[in-house]
């Protein structure tokens, strides 16, 4: 978990963003691939695994839960996996940190196994709310205690046999679904997962990589349908996770608004169901490429060039809401240099996330000299026409890691230094954050 001491740090303009860099592993395909390599029968290798604290809550627990999990001298991890349905109780609780994705794909795991477990977590991932995870679980038979509105810390007994289920998801949700696939691999029968709005597919594409029997196909009206087959032997792999485009969406938005700059950043995971981000800034201008495409691990990976642009503003539709979910707090910077205004609506997911990130960063952006309109669900943020911003003042992250690195960009291109009250939370996702930007700005 991050230092209980605050880390205050100031970021004001240092020049272009030049030459190359590389991000941490990808942390949504990291979770997943410890998880589904903990339920192969055997020994899977992972290179690039992110080693930020979220995913080493993700770890610690398997741990707890009878899976050998260790690094190699050269960075790569090594798994032993235990098989579905050879989980182990825990003999304390599970501490999830920050890491709302540990706490809701474990859950998954855990509520088709015949074992007890109690997931506990920070005080902000505390106030976050796991019904919509909880309710569909509870449909498998697995039983939940815990705080009003299945809130942490919240304690789960599996269900021995689960029972296979058909759901519908109501609201976009990757996490959801993953979860329930996750239940599904020690349910017999058939677990189906019908989404109406496809969300990020690492976990179908991981599971077919260890030879899960899945099938996806799309349906009527766009909906797309899941079908995994349960209690199937999966095989153990040799991964590489590429870069995480969430973290190197700080890094794009960066070198867009800071003149001058021109930027590389390598090998990153560009699966098309979470590039949203990138097709709304060519939208607004952006100038992005992506060259070298290849694919591994099952994932499409390239390297990203990216130069100072001119951004104006645009509305962004609601169906983009799924495949940028995470990059919206860093879309909101890029608004705020855009000529004209930006507004996004159908963001109501954004006010559960680590902290309530529409009010955060609404309260920020005002904070630095930017005129931001809250909506219930959504921003309009007038834009700088790519002039400095006023800056100064203290942004106050909310133990929120996108929240602190949105902030930290915004300085790069600010006529006063603007401080970020707290750079602790961004060990949960890119460890190197700070140092990354400082050669990136040294050219």
């Known amino acids: 978990m991050s230092s209980a001491e605050p880390q205050p740090m100031e970021f004001a303009p240092s020049g272009p963003l030049t030459g190359a860099a590389r991000v941490?592993?990808?942390?949504?395909?990291?979770?997943?691939?410890?998880?589904?390599?903990?339920?192969?029968?055997?020994?899977?290798?992972?290179?690039?695994l992110l080693t930020g604290e979220d995913v080493m809550s993700t770890a610690a627990a398997?741990?707890?839960?009878?899976?050998?999990?260790?690094?190699?001298?050269?960075?790569?991890?090594?798994?032993?996996?235990?098989g579905a349905g050879a989980l182990l109780e825990p003999g304390a609780p599970l501490d999830m940190g920050n890491?709302?994705?540990?706490?809701?794909?474990?859950?998954?795991?855990?509520?088709?196994?015949?074992?007890?477990?109690?997931?506990?977590?920070?005080?902000?991932?505390?106030?976050?709310?796991?019904?919509?995870?909880?309710?569909?679980?509870?449909?498998?038979?697995?039983?939940?205690?815990?705080?009003?509105?299945?809130?942490?810390?919240?304690?789960?007994?599996?269900?021995?046999?689960?029972?296979?289920?058909?759901?519908?998801?109501?609201?976009?949700?990757?996490?959801?679904?993953?979860?329930?696939?996750?239940?599904?691999?020690?349910?017999?029968?058939?677990?189906?997962?019908?989404?109406?709005?496809?969300?990020?597919?690492?976990?179908?594409?991981?599971?077919?990589?260890?030879?899960?029997?899945?099938?996806?196909?799309?349906?009527?009206?766009?909906?797309?349908?899941?079908?995994?087959?349960?209690?199937?032997?999966?095989?153990?792999?040799?991964?590489?996770?590429?870069?995480?485009?969430?973290?190197?969406?700080?890094?794009?938005?960066?070198?867009?608004?800071v003149p001058g700059s021109d930027l590389r950043i390598e090998d990153v995971g560009v699966n098309p169901l979470r590039t949203g981000l990138i097709d709304q800034l060519r939208r607004m201008g952006g100038n992005i490429d992506l060259t070298d495409p290849r694919e591994v691990g099952g994932e499409p990976v390239a390297d990203i060039r990216v130069r100072h642009s001119r951004l104006r503003g645009i509305d962004v539709p609601q169906e983009a809401a799924p495949s940028m979910i995470d990059e919206f707090p860093i879309f909101f910077i890029a608004a705020a240099f855009a000529e004209g205004a930006t507004?996004?609506?159908?963001?109501?997911?954004?006010?559960?996330?680590?902290?309530?990130?529409?009010?955060?960063?609404?309260?920020?952006?005002?904070?630095?000299?930017?005129?931001?309109?809250?909506?219930?669900?959504?921003?309009?943020?007038?834009?700088?026409?790519?002039?400095?911003?006023?800056?100064?003042?203290?942004?106050?992250?909310?133990?929120?890691h996108r929240i602190a690195m949105s902030f930290a960009v915004a300085g790069l291109h600010a006529r006063r230094p603007i401080e970020v009250a707290d750079m602790s939370p961004v060990e949960t996702s890119f460890p190197h954050f700070v140092a990354t930007l400082g050669t990136l700005l040294q050219g």
């Open 24 to 48: 941490p592993g990808d942390k949504s395909i990291s979770h997943r691939a410890l998880m589904i390599s903990a339920m192969a029968a055997g020994r899977s290798r992972i290179e690039g």
């Open 343 to 400: 507004r996004t609506s159908g963001l109501a997911e954004l006010r559960v996330k680590e902290s309530d990130r529409i009010a955060a960063m609404a309260e920020g952006l005002r904070a630095v000299g930017v005129n931001a309109a809250e909506q219930p669900d959504g921003l309009t943020i007038e834009g700088s026409g790519g002039a400095p911003l006023p800056g100064g003042g203290s942004i106050d992250p909310r133990l929120d």
């Open 62 to 82: 398997l741990r707890a839960m009878g899976v050998g999990i260790r690094a190699e001298a050269a960075g790569a991890w090594e798994v032993d996996g235990v």
């Open 99 to 257: 890491s709302g994705t540990s706490a809701r794909l474990l859950m998954g795991l855990v509520a088709s196994h015949p074992i007890a477990a109690t997931f506990t977590g920070d005080a902000s991932l505390s106030r976050r709310p796991m019904a919509r995870v909880v309710r569909p679980l509870r449909r498998i038979g697995a039983e939940f205690l815990g705080r009003s509105g299945d809130r942490l810390p919240l304690t789960i007994r599996g269900a021995s046999p689960a029972l296979p289920l058909v759901h519908r998801m109501e609201v976009a949700s990757a996490q959801v679904k993953s979860a329930l696939l996750l239940a599904g691999l020690n349910t017999p029968g058939v677990t189906e997962v019908i989404e109406p709005v496809p969300t990020r597919d690492h976990s179908e594409r991981m599971l077919k990589l260890f030879g899960a029997p899945l099938e996806a196909a799309a349906g009527a009206g766009g909906e797309r349908r899941i079908r995994l087959t349960g209690q199937a032997e999966l095989r153990p792999q040799q991964l590489r996770v590429p870069g995480d485009i969430s973290s190197a969406a700080f890094l794009i938005v960066a070198a867009l608004i």
